[in-house]
């Protein structure tokens, strides 16, 4: 292991952290966007919000996790990406304060109508963002950014099928999670009609997200053949299938309602699909024409970024696992309340 | 690097945009909106476990009253501090991507270590705040610890970037601009990182403590002076007033190490023209085309200043070549009004300081409490001001005297409509955040029982 497979690894892992658990995130906002009328929707909001308000944070500072070591540890492949796919990055940024402001925020709505602009806010941000972030992906993955320096074009570099498609998926992909997630906590909330609610999204978008990733792979065929088989040989191949399984196995266990197990297979049908895209484009970083070896910074540089995520790791692991054990433990749950706007004052006790 | 007209000054070349000045000010205005967060981040999480320190040990409740109640207040300022923190990760990318090409590796390591702490800090405040009344008390107090130890290390990581743009170390560059011998620590530890650091911490303790201040003086004001409005009014103005005094002193120590690394930046503090033995100060005054009106000017005080030694020679702004200048009426201004909003919020904390000293009491005079209010927003200007002051003043260069700012600008199109785009939303988010902030600050006070019961 060189200290350049080193930090693709990091990398690799801390985007994978960030599809499952920011991804479940944003795909709570796809659930609160379909939830329906302010009456009908408003348990399964309430759920929602329950759910996220402890780890959003924790969650969504992946992102920036990624972006740090992207930009340490591959910083000309970082100042390419930024110069081509400029404008879905600008989008799902301005996205993610809205998104970000509107979830915080929509707890202290006073009426009925700021509830629902906040909320939709909130929600509509949360199926853009990670559509954007996904064409960014099936952008870099399909071989749209050019070499170093400069940049590509700004339009069509994430226009083409393969990133539409990746963009999509991951909108899928992250309802998916949530459902899964949420029909859990629904569970740790004693409250049997959510549960039911819950794991019916559960089923309905892991059939979907299913049948999107296999109809991708013919999509991927005609709009990027490198990436397509690098996906259909090899270790990229053996991903996939544990993908495929790990989902099958999670459709099971939800409809045996172990929602459990469920949240870590879910995950990790989710994780391998973005372990998937790395190994399939590996050793590139940008496929065709630059590869990782070529991108990554020094080794002078390389070696104390190492040192700084082993420390992270030690101080990070035990953090994340006392607030992940605190969360499902329902220590720092708040009591369940649907979200009907209007009845602030009443703001629960924290 | 002290030297100004070293070769590799032209090692990179200029990108084709037309709109760096807007570039620039996309940044600056998402760096203007998140600084104030910042502030909070540094020092809110200390006072607030002040008050619960305070509260475990005299058992009165009010003190935890005002911790858990600002605790919240503190959730919703990181939260907004997260989002907008993210904008500026991702517009180093977006809108100097020659710069992060090219240097990434060298502060990476900052911004590395910043991510952890952030990281730390985004799972300490949750269960912080989500915690009150779920952990034992004395649990809950020590999942604050982190809060305030990762508040300060972030700040301090962004702060050694911001050193190392000014004073940069730990690289060599060849002719054709190729970055080699990358050394991560000497960047970090770079020699203006300390007083920046320094600065900049005290400035979050003055910033909160008189924002904080300034909303329960107005309830003073309005005659709310029981136990809870009179201890949440004396604990940030006690903080705001300690702080402001000691960043005195600090801005003396920044304003030396100026002096002696970056000298045309302190020559456009002054707006000094020719370098000058025995340069003179001008207090106050506008600087409106290479002229200052108004203002007192005090003979020696420059060299004073800046070298402790009213003979020393003060490099001037004809010292380097015009391109190389940064825009002196902005920094000139800038500094004239951080000194300013500074030395009165220094003479509103002395005087608060001194009767509470003579008289151990709180001042009676109904035009204390109108200042402590306004000294809530002057804090802000004086902040903003000062960091206006700082990175104006580092033009043309990004990187000092190594990469100008036109170099590592994007050559993208469609600047000003980001710019418009951005400029709107944080319109919106300000003004959603006042509104909901002033609602929850009409929310009745929860009541504590005297003996809580351990959860």
Redesign the interface.
């Known amino acids: 292991m060189t200290a350049v497979d080193l930090v693709t690894a990091v990398l690799v892992a801390g985007i994978t952290a960030y599809a499952v658990l920011g991804g479940a995130d944003f795909g709570a906002g796809f659930w609160d966007l379909t939830a329906g009328g302010a009456r009908r929707g408003a348990r399964i909001r309430g759920l929602i919000k329950r759910s996220m ?3 959003w ?2 969650n ?2 992946w ?3 990624v ?3 992207f ?3 591959f ?2 492949a ?6 081509t796919l ?1 404008v879905p ?2 989008l799902a ?2 996205g ?6 509107a ?3 929509r707890g ?1 709505a ?1 009426t009925i109508g700021e509830a629902r602009a906040l909320g939709a806010t909130f929600a509509l941000s949360s199926v853009l963002v990670p559509f954007f972030f996904g064409a960014t992906v099936g952008a870099i993955v399909s071989g749209q950014v050019p070499a ?4 590509g074009d ?1 339009w069509d570099s994430w226009t083409n099928e393969t990133s539409l498609y990746v963009g999509v998926l991951a909108v899928a992909l992250g309802a998916y999670l949530s459902a899964v997630f949420l029909a859990g906590d629904a569970v740790r909330a004693e409250q049997p009609d959510l549960i039911e609610a819950c794991r019916r999204r559960a089923l309905g978008a892991g059939a979907v997200a299913g049948l999107l990733a296999i109809g991708g792979i013919f999509v991927i065929r005609d709009d990027a053949p490198d990436l397509y088989d690098g996906l259909t040989s090899g270790l990229g191949l053996a991903v996939v299938i544990g993908s495929a399984a790990a989902g099958l196995l999670t459709l099971w266990l939800v409809w045996d309602r172990r929602f459990g197990p469920a949240r870590f297979t879910s995950a990790l049908a989710v994780g391998a699909i973005i372990v998937g895209l790395a190994v399939a484009q590996s050793p590139d970083f940008l496929p065709g024409v630059l590869t990782l070896q070529d991108a990554a ?2 080794e ?3 070696v ?2 190492l040192v ?2 082993v ?2 790791a030690a ?2 692991i035990p ?2 696992t ?2 992940f054990r ?1 969360t499902l433990r329902g ?2 749950d ?1 009591e369940f309340r649907p979200i009907v706007a209007a009845d ?2 009443k ?1 629960e ?2 | 690097m002290t030297g100004s007209l070293l070769p590799i000054a032209d090692a990179f070349t200029a990108v084709d945009q037309s709109y760096l000045l807007e570039a620039r000010q996309m940044q600056a205005l998402s760096l203007g909106v998140h600084i104030p967060l910042v502030c909070f981040g540094i020092s809110f999480p200390a006072i607030i476990l002040f008050c619960e320190a305070l509260h475990m040990r005299t058992g009165k409740p009010v003190y935890r009253q005002i911790a858990k109640r600002w605790s919240k207040v503190m959730l919703i300022l990181f939260a907004v501090g997260v989002v907008t923190g993210t904008i500026l990760s991702f517009e180093l990318g977006l809108l100097w991507p020659e710069w992060m090409a090219n240097f990434g590796e060298v502060f990476g390591l900052a911004f590395a270590l910043e991510g952890v702490s952030f990281f730390v800090e985004a799972i300490f405040v949750a269960i912080y705040v989500y915690g009150w009344d779920r952990l034992k008390p004395r649990t809950h107090f020590l999942t604050g610890i982190p809060i305030v130890i990762t508040g300060f290390a972030g700040a301090f990581m962004v702060i050694a970037v911001n050193g190392w743009m000014n004073n940069p170390t730990g690289f060599d560059i060849s002719s054709s601009g190729q970055v080699t011998n990358v050394d991560p620590l000497a960047a970090l530890f770079n020699d203006f990182f300390w007083h920046e650091v320094m600065h900049m911490y005290m400035a979050g303790f003055v910033v909160s403590g008189f924002i904080v201040a300034g909303v329960y003086a107005t309830a003073w004001l309005r005659g709310r002076r029981d136990a809870y409005h009179r201890a949440a009014l004396i604990i940030p103005l006690t903080v705001a007033s300690l702080a402001i005094c000691v960043q005195l002193l600090y801005g003396d120590w920044a304003g030396r190490e100026v002096a002696e690394h970056q000298p045309t930046k302190l020559a456009a503090f002054e707006g000094l023209e020719q370098t000058t033995k025995s340069a003179s100060f001008t207090l106050g005054g506008v600087y409106v085309d290479d002229k200052i009106y108004g203002g007192i000017t005090i003979p020696d005080m420059l060299s004073l200043l800046a070298f402790h030694d009213p003979n020393a020679t003060v490099q001037g702004l004809d010292a380097v070549p015009e391109r190389d200048q940064p825009p002196v009426g902005v920094v000139r201004n800038a500094f004239t009004v951080m000194v300013f909003a500074g030395s009165a919020m220094a003479l509103l904390g002395l005087l608060y300081l001194f009767v509470w000293w003579r008289k151990a009491r709180l001042p009676r005079s109904r035009w204390f409490y109108r200042a402590v209010i306004l000294a809530g927003p002057l804090s802000l200007c004086a902040l903003i001001a000062g960091w206006i002051t700082t990175e104006v003043g580092r033009q043309p260069w990004i990187v000092y005297d190594v990469m100008r700012t036109e170099d590592a600008v994007t050559g993208a199109e469609g600047i000003p409509v980001g710019y418009a785009a951005l400029a709107l939303t944080y319109l919106g988010l300000a003004t959603i955040v006042l509104v909901l902030l002033r609602r929850l600050a009409r929310q009745p006070i929860e009541r504590e029982l005297p003996e809580e019961a351990a959860a």
């Open positions: 308000s402890p780890v944070e924790a969504h500072v992102l920036i996790f972006l740090v070591i930009w340490t540890g910083p000309t970082f100042g390419t990406v930024m110069s400029y990055l600008f940024a301005v993610i304060i809205f998104r970000g402001a979830f915080a925020l202290e006073a170093p320096p400069g940049g700004p910074a020094s002078d540089a390389l104390p970024l700084a995520v420390i992270a101080i990070l953090a994340l006392y607030l605190l220590t720092l708040t602030r004052g703001e006790e924290r």
